[in-house]
């Protein structure tokens, strides 16, 4: 008797160790990450889920004025450019909505929203020293002009097992 418990804790314990294993190496775990372009650095990393938001806000270079453009992360862990908002008309700035979308005034501010726009992953993203150019994410505020001047940033979002995910955790 005290065989056979023996053998089905042995059982038990190498089908834990195999159920663990698969979750750490198998499981996908995706995350949005800021990437300098040319060191390939992760200078932010963070677990996203479909339905998470984020923000990149810049200072129009002609408008002199903030222009923000709100993302999404859909079921299928693209990234979805939802809205646009701005505070002056001008050269560069929108001035019409298309297809769905609808062109709106709140708060003060000139929106583009239902927008459905697919992005490319990563999205290239030129920051400015002089630009204004801040990054939004959930309690997260990067004001990546400030940390990192004049650079070209990837955005976007990458797949890794649990396991590499939580080896090379970034947050900055």
């Known amino acids: 008797m005290l ?3 023996k053998k089905h804790l042995i059982l038990f314990s190498l089908s834990i160790a195999i159920i663990a294993i698969a979750v ?35 200072t129009h270079s002609v408008a002199l004025t903030p222009v923000w453009e709100i993302f999404v992360i859909d079921q299928d862990y693209q990234i979805i450019l939802v809205e646009t908002d701005f505070l002056d008309h001008g050269a560069g700035l929108p001035y019409a909505a298309f297809d769905q979308e609808i062109f709106v005034i709140e708060e003060g501010r000139f929106k583009i929203k239902n927008m459905q726009r697919i992005m490319r992953n990563p999205i ?13 994410f959930k309690d997260n505020k990067i ?14 979002i990458g797949k890794k097992n649990l396991f590499s995910f939580l080896k090379g955790r970034n947050f900055r």
């Open 3 to 5: 065989r056979f418990k």
């Open 124 to 136: 290239y993203y030129r920051v400015g020293a002089n630009s204004n150019n801040c990054f939004y």
């Open 24 to 58: 750490f190496f198998i499981f996908p775990i995706y995350s949005l990450e800021l990437r300098s372009f040319y060191e390939d650095k992760v200078l932010f990393s963070q677990r996203v889920q479909p339905g998470d938001k984020f923000t990149l806000e810049y």
């Open 143 to 156: 004001n990546l002009s400030s940390l990192w001047g004049d650079r070209l940033l990837s955005i976007g």
